[in-house]
């Protein structure tokens, strides 16, 4: 007789999702595996002494218990409660069929009272795991220690009915006689902004060429940014101020990020804003993506910003395998680590920011024309910004030293509060337009087709061509959120189509050829 359930095991600071399998034959031995022998001691002694005192039956025979995957052997007293519902199963107290889609856990006390300690900090990390795996495990319903709701309806969020109880013989009862149990509270698992953020850096960008329009667009749509522009123009402080305007964590987001710190051994602080990592320029590819080590996989730099913010100061210093290893994370939002060892999937859904030079010395494109760069060094600096990855950048911004009244732009840039406003509303109706199965906001007649030529004419992708559609369809809703009208009528127009244009400078203008003309002509802002 084999009965199958599942639990967590938790090892350290991380926690995993385990299956727990009992072998009963006739005979007399016990055997183990999965665990060490002086831990599973410990644990069946306070099991025993539960089925005792709570009158519950205890099984006899040969009985061999494994904890997989075996080099797990976890080392925490969660895995009590399943192993003592196995035991009850082989005595014929619960009906093993009931156990092979629970997942349980929890601390026996000696009079069978199942404990819950809430001040075990990996338990919270233990939900990322679950979830991914919980899938494979066809679990359908969890059993948890009453007194654990608030780290218990994180597990499974929204997905699986989560029960408690306070004492092993009410397991029982609830398992095989139906004898309802409390069922923890369904979680609401949304997009939170605490309408009052202050948003510093973003008010002090002084703003005459639409750029904060860029920034808000970039937020808003979850569009890649790209800043370039010469030492002290503000591009650093662009890119930090987007990690002001991207709404709260929600509680899975905040729940994989936990996870991921833990299998680093470290600590994330549990606050609901976003992350914003900016990796040094030195930094290697598995740093940034990740990388196996002895205690597993590791999440890099970029999974460590899911949801948040993730900075490449000084872009083109990057390495550039690290550079390309973006290329599938940033479209896809997560990274899949395959090595020898093993394959594992972080998300990353970030929103990636990356600054540049002009040039080495920076000065190529000031009024002034300071830049006494070479055009071979000048191209060599700029190649890293070419090809398949600077498509995945749909917002192109340029920063200038020395602005000129011509620049003036008659776009009013919204303030930081507004900002955040209209951000929070485009996301909410971006994610109705994703779940509708609707194909998008609609297009004024030849609006699509003018795009098109716009295309053509500069050689954009198809990749670039359907990030501009994306850009101007954030475009089309912030104006809806600025003249509140509804989503039902609204369709993108030519000014949407222009303002996402606008924003595409690497497309425009020959932008890299005039960079490389070797007669180094005053630089001009394209009309
Ligand atoms: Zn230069």
């Known amino acids: 007789m084999l009965i199958t359930t599942c639990g967590a095991g938790f090892r350290g600071a991380i926690g995993h999702l385990v299956s727990i399998q009992l072998h009963h034959t006739r005979g007399a031995r016990f055997h183990v595996s999965g665990l060490h022998w002086n831990h599973a001691r410990h644990i069946l002694a306070r099991i025993h002494a539960a089925l005792e005192v709570s009158g519950l039956p205890r099984p006899s025979g040969a009985l061999t218990l494994h904890i997989g995957p075996a080099h797990v052997k976890p080392e925490s007293n969660e895995l009590d409660l399943p192993i003592a519902l196995c035991l009850l199963a082989v005595a014929g107290a619960i009906d093993s069929n009931k156990l092979a889609t629970l997942f349980s856990m929890g601390e026996l006390a000696l009079d069978g009272r199942l404990l819950a300690d809430e001040s075990n900090p990996s338990r919270a990390n233990f939900t990322c795991s679950s979830t991914m795996l919980g899938a494979e495990m066809e679990i359908n319903r969890c059993l948890v220690p009453m007194g654990a709701e608030t780290w218990a309806n994180r597990f499974f969020p929204s997905q699986l009915p989560t029960f408690h109880a306070d004492h092993l013989s009410e397991a029982v009862d609830f398992l095989q006689n ?44 979850g569009h890649h940014a790209f800043i370039l522009g010469p030492p002290g123009s503000g ?20 729940a994989h990020l936990k996870h991921m710190h833990a299998m680093r051994n470290e600590v994330f602080h549990a606050d609901d804003r976003i992350p914003f990592r900016e990796p040094h320029a030195q930094s290697t590819p598995a740093s940034i993506t990740g990388a196996w080590n002895v205690l597993g996989a590791m999440p890099g730099e970029l999974a460590l910003s899911h949801r ?17 290893a973006l290329r599938g994370p940033l479209e896809n939002g997560y990274i899949d680590l395959n090595r020898a060892q093993g394959s594992q999937r972080f998300p990353a859904k970030t929103l990636t920011v990356a600054t540049a030079n002009p040039c080495p010395c920076g000065h ?9 760069c070479t055009p071979g060094t000048v191209r060599k600096y700029l190649s890293r910004m070419t090809g398949p990855l600077m498509d995945r950048f749909s917002i192109h911004i340029e920063t200038q030293l020395d602005r000129g009244p011509a620049e ?27 779940s509708s199965s609707s194909l998008g906001l609609d297009w004024e007649p030849g609006v699509k087709h003018q795009l098109q030529v716009w295309s053509q004419q500069h050689g954009v992708s198809r990749r670039g ?14 104006e809806a959120w600025q003249h509140q009208r509804s989503t039902e009528s609204l369709k993108i127009s030519e000014n949407h189509m222009v303002l996402a244009t606008r924003f595409r400078i690497f497309d425009q203008a020959e932008w890299l050829d005039r960079a490389f003309n070797p007669q180094w002509p005053q630089y001009q802002t394209t009309e």
């Open 178 to 221: 139906n004898i309802p149990l409390h069922r923890a509270p369904e979680v609401t698992d949304t997009c939170t902004f605490t309408d009052h953020w202050p948003t510093p850096q973003y008010d002090s960008i002084a703003d005459s060429t639409g750029n904060k329009e860029a920034l808000v667009l970039a937020a808003a749509g």
């Open 235 to 254: 591009k650093t402080l662009m890119a930090r101020s987007l990690a002001e305007l991207l709404p709260n964590l929600t509680i899975t987001d905040r």
């Open 308 to 324: 948040g913010v993730f900075c490449m100061d000084e872009f083109p210093e990057f390495a550039r395998n690290a550079i390309e």
């Open 364 to 372: 190529l494109t000031s009024r002034n024309n300071r830049c006494r």
């Open 408 to 434: 003036l732009s008659d776009v009013s840039s919204l303030s930081g509060k507004d900002a955040i406003r209209a951000i929070t509303w485009v996301r909410a109706r971006k994610a109705e337009l994703t």
């Open 465 to 478: 061509f359907e990030s501009i559609q994306h850009v101007a369809e954030t475009a089309c809703l912030i």
